[in-house]
């Protein structure tokens, strides 16, 4: 008993890492720069989601509540027993922010050069790897 909740407490760590990364990805961190052979300034994917349209920012927007349900329930997690919905829940909620994220990024990629992007995805892997240790 004692193993697992060791383990649950790892995951824990791992997943608020993990959701640390992504939101300092998005918001701080310059993911591209310049457009297709454009401005050498750096660009966040945040600024680059609003530049195009509401829909740029809704496919942003629903990785990142991935991101807050996760990390909420992994700071629950220190004080308490998380009920099996809830670490399934969290599981799907780290893949779909994963495959969201990817995808949003292999269009990115098309537009922009990749910058730090790489972080961010970094960071849903790293937040996955965690959930899964519960």
Known sequence: MQA???????GAIFSILGGALVIFGVFFLPMVFGHGGGSLEPTSEWTV???YSLAGVVLLALPL???LFVLGTSAASFF????P???TWRRRASIAGLIIQGVLGF???VLY??????LVILGFVVMMVGTFLN
Do not use: D, H, Y
């Open 4 to 10: 697992q909740r060791q383990s649950a407490r790892i």
């Open 49 to 51: 989601a609003n530049a």
């Open 65 to 67: 509540l991935a991101v």
């Open 80 to 83: 308490q027993e998380l009920s």
């Open 85 to 87: 919905k809830i670490v």
């Open 107 to 109: 269009f990115v990629a």
């Open 113 to 118: 050069t990749f910058g730090g992007l790489w």
